[in-house]
C-alpha cells in the first residue's frame, strides 16, 4: 500500500505522469464516432463544388433537392443507428415504411376514416410491431438479424396481400385532396418557410417559375423531421440517463444486466423507435405523393444501415452516433442527386454506396481499436 | 448485537441430484477478509451466486447485521449492501470511465420529463473516487478500454463500494493479472478492509490470497473443509488441502520417480 501511495505522490508532486502522453485536439477529434463521416460529407460538398458547382445543384432548388432526399434517409438512419448502438439490427424499417403507407391510406380512402386517424392507426401498428420485433429479440434471444428479416417478408407480404385483396391493386391513390384542413397531415405535408422564400423570390435571390412564385416554395417537412431527430436523439444519447443505458446495453448486455440496466426494456424502445421512424418516412413520402404504394421503402433498410455505418456505428453494438448517421444520410442524399449535375453515368451510385461503406467499416474499426488500446 | 456483519449458515444447493454445496458456513466480521479457496468445480462460483442473490440456497440461513434474510433477485442483496464484482467486470470497454461508473445508477439533474444525466457531477465523483485508489484518470471520459487490467478490477470495486456495498464479494479478482497489477488490486482490497468493509475473496491462488487474508475457508467438492485464522494455518498446508493433499503428495513421489529415471 505505502509503495502505491509514494508513487501517487511523486506523480503528484512532478505535477504529470510521466506514463502519459499529451494528448492532441486531433486525438479527441478522432476519438469521436462522427469523424468519419464527416470528414466524408466535406469530401462529397468540395467534390461536387468543383464538377458540379455551376450546374445549379447548390441553388435553392438544388440544394432542397439533395436535403430532402437526405434527410428522409436521415429519419430511419438515426433510428437505425441508435438501434445499432443498442446492439441490434432492423431489417424490417424497409417494408414496414410500405405497410405504414398502407395503413394510411386503405383507412382514409376505403373506409372513410378522417386522414388524422388512419395516421394514428398508422403509427399505433408501428409501436406494435416494434414491440412485437422486440420482444421477439429479447425473449428468445435470436439475433435480430433473423428476427427482423422475418418480419421483412412478413410485413412486405401483408402489405401487398391486403392491398390486393381490399383494393384490387397495388397502389392507393387519392389521398392529396384530403390533407387540407387536417388536424394531424400537416405535420409530414407542409413546406415551412415559405414567407422567406416567396420574399428572396421576390427580391430576385432565388429562381423563379414563369408565374413569379419561387420554384424552391419552403423547406420541406423532412427536413424539419430530420433536423427535429437528430437533435433530440443526439440529447438522448449524450444526456440521458436512457442514453447510457442504450450505449451499455449495446457494449455489454451481461454486464449492463448485472449492473442493473434493464437491457429487455431498452432495446424493444429502440426497436419501437425505428418502426415509429418508418412510419414518419411512410407519412411524408405518402402525403407528398399523394398515394401509398405497395413496394414503397424496398431496401429502404440496408440504406439507413448503411448511412449509420458510415457515421461510425459499429456492427457490434454500443458505439456510434446520431449525428454521424446523419452526416451519413447526407453523403448518401447528396451523392444520389449530385450524380445527376455531373456527367458521370448514373449507373455508378450504387458503386459509390458500396465503396463508402467498405471504406467506413475499415475506417471505424481502425477507431474503436485506437479507442479501446491498452497503455 | 453479534460480532459478526454478515453470517451463512449452513448452507446448501442442489441442483437436480447434483450437491453443488453442502453445510456451507461463512462469518464475517466488519474490516475482515476472508478468502474463500477452492480448486475449479469445488462450488465457488455457486456459492458467489448464493450470496449473490442469484441463486437461492435451497437450505441454511443467511444473516445480516443480525436479521434473516432471504434474496428474492440480485436486486436485493445489491439494496441491503452485499456487492458482487464478478469476473467480466460487468464493464464496457467502449464506454467511459464515467459512465461505466455510473452505469444503471446516473445521477440526474432538471425537471420531471426533462431529466438529463448530470454528467458534470459523474465525472466529478468518478474522477474523485479513482483518485483516491491512486488511479489518476485524466481524463473521466476516456474510454475503459484504455485501462490496464489491475485499473478495471479496481474501478469495479470502487463502483461497487460507492454504490453501498458493506459485504463486497470479489470473484477471482487477480487471476487474469500480472503481478504488479495484481499488487495494487489485492493493496486496494485491503484498503477498503480497512474502512470497515467485510471482503470475501474468492480465488485459487493462495499466494494472492494469504498476504491479505484474515482468515480462510477452503471449498472442496462442494463442502466446506473449515474456516482457519491466518495464525492457526501455513500457506503450504492451505494449498495442500485446496487440492485435496494427496494429489499433491502423489505428484511430488511420481516427480521423484522420474527424476531417478533420469538419472539412471
Same mark, same amino acid.
Given at each position: 500500500?505505502?509503495v502505491k ?20 485536439p486531433?486525438r ?11 470528414g ?5 460538398f468540395?467534390?461536387? &463544388?468543383i464538377?458540379a ?6 441553388s +435553392? ?6 436535403l ?5 434517409? &436521415? ?11 443498442g446492439g ?8 414496414? #415504411? &410500405?405497410? +405504414? ?5 386503405i383507412?382514409?380512402i376505403?373506409?372513410?376514416w378522417?386522414? *388524422?386517424?388512419? @395516421? ?9 410491431i416494434?414491440y ?14 433473423i ?11 401483408a ?5 390486393r385483396? #381490399?383494393?384490387?391493386?397495388?397502389q392507393v391513390p387519392?389521398?392529396?385532396?384530403? #390533407?387540407?384542413?387536417?388536424? #394531424?397531415?400537416?405535420l ?15 427580391m ?17 417537412p423532412?427536413? @424539419?423531421w430530420?433536423?427535429a ?5 443526439? *440529447?438522448i444519447?449524450?444526456k440521458?440517463?436512457?442514453?447510457? *443505458? ?5 457494449g455489454?448486455?451481461?454486464g ?11 432495446? @424493444?424502445?429502440?426497436?419501437i423507435g ?11 413520402q405518402?402525403l407528398?405523393?399523394g ?8 431496401l429502404?433498410?440496408?440504406e ?13 453494438g ?7 448517421a ?6 448518401f442524399?447528396?451523392v ?11 449507373d *455508378? ?7 463508402m ?6 475506417f471505424n474499426?481502425? @477507431? ?7 497503455k | ?6 453470517q ?8 437436480? /441430484?447434483v ?29 458467489i451466486k ?5 441463486h437461492? !440456497? ?16 440480485p436486486?436485493d442483496?445489491?439494496?441491503i ?10 464493464l464496457?470497454?467502449?464506454?467511459s ?5 455510473f452505469?444503471g445508477?446516473?445521477?440526474?439533474k ?11 457531477k ?17 481524463? !473521466? ?7 490496464s ?16 456495498a458493506?459485504?463486497l464479494?470479489?470473484d477471482? !479478482?487477480?487471476s487474469?493479472?500480472g ?8 493493496k486496494?482490497?485491503?484498503k477498503?478492509a480497512s474502512?470497515?468493509l467485510?471482503?470475501?475473496l ?5 499466494h494472492h ?6 482468515s480462510f475457508?477452503?471449498?472442496?467438492r ?5 474456516t482457519?485464522? /491466518?495464525?492457526?494455518?501455513?500457506r ?11 494429489e499433491?503428495?502423489k ?7 522420474m ?6
Amino acid at each position: 500500500m505505502s509503495v502505491k501511495s509514494e508513487s501517487i505522490q511523486s506523480k503528484k508532486d512532478s505535477g504529470q505522469d510521466e506514463r502519459l502522453k499529451k494528448i492532441s485536439p486531433l486525438r479527441v477529434l478522432l476519438n469521436r464516432p462522427e469523424l468519419g463521416a464527416l470528414g466524408g460529407s466535406i469530401l462529397v460538398f468540395i467534390f461536387f &463544388g468543383i464538377v458540379a458547382g455551376d450546374t445549379g445543384m447548390f441553388s +435553392a432548388y438544388g440544394t432542397l433537392n439533395f436535403l430532402d432526399v437526405s434527410a428522409n434517409l &436521415g429519419i430511419i438512419a438515426i433510428a437505425a443507428a441508435m438501434l445499432m448502438i443498442g446492439g441490434e439490427f432492423d431489417l424490417s424499417i424497409g417494408s414496414m #415504411i &410500405g405497410f +405504414a403507407g398502407i395503413c394510411i391510406a386503405i383507412p382514409a380512402i376505403y373506409w372513410g376514416w378522417p386522414l *388524422w386517424t388512419s @395516421i394514428i392507426f398508422a403509427f399505433a401498428m408501428a409501436v406494435l410491431i416494434g414491440y412485437f420485433n422486440g420482444i421477439m429479440v429479447v425473449k428468445t434471444g435470436l439475433p435480430s438479424f433473423i428476427v427482423t428479416l422475418a418480419m421483412l417478408f412478413i410485413l412486405r407480404g401483408a402489405t401487398l396481400a391486403i392491398t390486393r385483396l #381490399i383494393t384490387g391493386r397495388t397502389q392507393v391513390p387519392g389521398l392529396r385532396v384530403l #390533407i387540407e384542413d387536417d388536424p #394531424i397531415a400537416w405535420l409530414f405535408a407542409t413546406d415551412t418557410f415559405q414567407w422567406l422564400f416567396t420574399w428572396l423570390g421576390s427580391m430576385k435571390l432565388i429562381a423563379l417559375r414563369t408565374d413569379g412564385t419561387p420554384l424552391a416554395t419552403g423547406i420541406p417537412p423532412s427536413v @424539419i423531421w430530420f433536423i427535429a431527430l437528430t437533435l433530440f436523439a443526439t *440529447w438522448i444519447l449524450m444526456k440521458t440517463r436512457y442514453g447510457n *443505458w442504450i450505449f451499455a446495453s449495446g457494449g455489454d448486455k451481461v454486464g449492463a444486466t448485472n449492473v442493473g440496466v434493464p437491457v429487455g426494456r431498452v432495446k @424493444i424502445s429502440l426497436f419501437i423507435g425505428t418502426a415509429v421512424a418508418s412510419t414518419i418516412f411512410a407519412c411524408i413520402q405518402v402525403l407528398d405523393a399523394g398515394s401509398a404504394d405497395t413496394m414503397r421503402g424496398t431496401l429502404k433498410e440496408l440504406e439507413a444501415i448503411a448511412a449509420a455505418v458510415v457515421g461510425g456505428c459499429l456492427l457490434t453494438g454500443g458505439y456510434g452516433s446520431a449525428i454521424g448517421a446523419a452526416l451519413g444520410a447526407i453523403i448518401f442524399g447528396t451523392v444520389s442527386m449530385g450524380i445527376f449535375y455531373t456527367d458521370v453515368d448514373t449507373d *455508378w451510385f450504387k458503386v459509390f454506396l458500396g465503396a463508402m461503406m467498405l471504406i467506413a467499416v475499415v475506417f471505424n474499426n481502425y @477507431i474503436r481499436k485506437k479507442v479501446t488500446e491498452t497503455k | 448485537m453479534s460480532d459478526y456483519l454478515v453470517q451463512f449458515n449452513n448452507i446448501s444447493k442442489f441442483f437436480g /441430484k447434483v450437491i453443488a454445496l453442502k453445510d456451507v458456513t461463512m462469518k464475517l466480521k466488519k474490516g475482515e477478509i476472508m478468502c474463500l479457496l477452492g480448486d475449479n468445480g469445488a462450488g465457488k462460483s455457486t456459492l458467489i451466486k448464493t450470496l449473490a442473490g442469484v441463486h437461492k !440456497p435451497d437450505e441454511g440461513e443467511i444473516i445480516f447485521e443480525d436479521q434473516k434474510i432471504v434474496f428474492d433477485s440480485p436486486r436485493d442483496a445489491l439494496d441491503i449492501g452485499i456487492g458482487t464484482v464478478y469476473q467480466d467486470l460487468a464493464l464496457v470497454s467502449l464506454m467511459s470511465v464515467t459512465r461505466n461508473f455510473f452505469m444503471g445508477r446516473e445521477p440526474q439533474k432538471g425537471l420531471p420529463f426533462f431529466k438529463t444525466f448530470d454528467i458534470e457531477k459523474a465525472n466529478t465523483i468518478a474522477a474523485e473516487r479513482m483518485g483516491q485508489i491512486g488511479i489518476d484518470v485524466r481524463d !473521466p471520459s476516456q474510454a475503459v478500454g484504455t485501462m490496464s487490467g489491475g485499473e478495471r478490477q479496481c474501478l469495479a470495486i470502487s463502483r461497487a463500494i460507492y454504490f453501498g456495498a458493506k459485504v463486497l464479494v470479489l470473484d477471482e !479478482p487477480t487471476s487474469a493479472l500480472g503481478v504488479h497489477q495484481a499488487s495494487m488490486v489485492l493493496k486496494y482490497i485491503v484498503k477498503a478492509a480497512s474502512q470497515g468493509l467485510a471482503v470475501i475473496l474468492i480465488t485459487h491462488n493462495v499466494h494472492h490470497a494469504y498476504p491479505v487474508g484474515n482468515s480462510f475457508t477452503v471449498l472442496n467438492r462442494g463442502k466446506s473443509m473449515g474456516t482457519f485464522q /491466518k495464525k492457526d494455518i501455513s500457506r503450504e498446508k492451505l494449498l495442500s488441502m485446496m487440492a485435496g493433499g494427496e494429489e499433491l503428495d502423489k505428484l511430488e513421489v511420481e516427480l521423484k520417480e522420474m527424476d531417478r529415471i533420469e538419472n539412471n
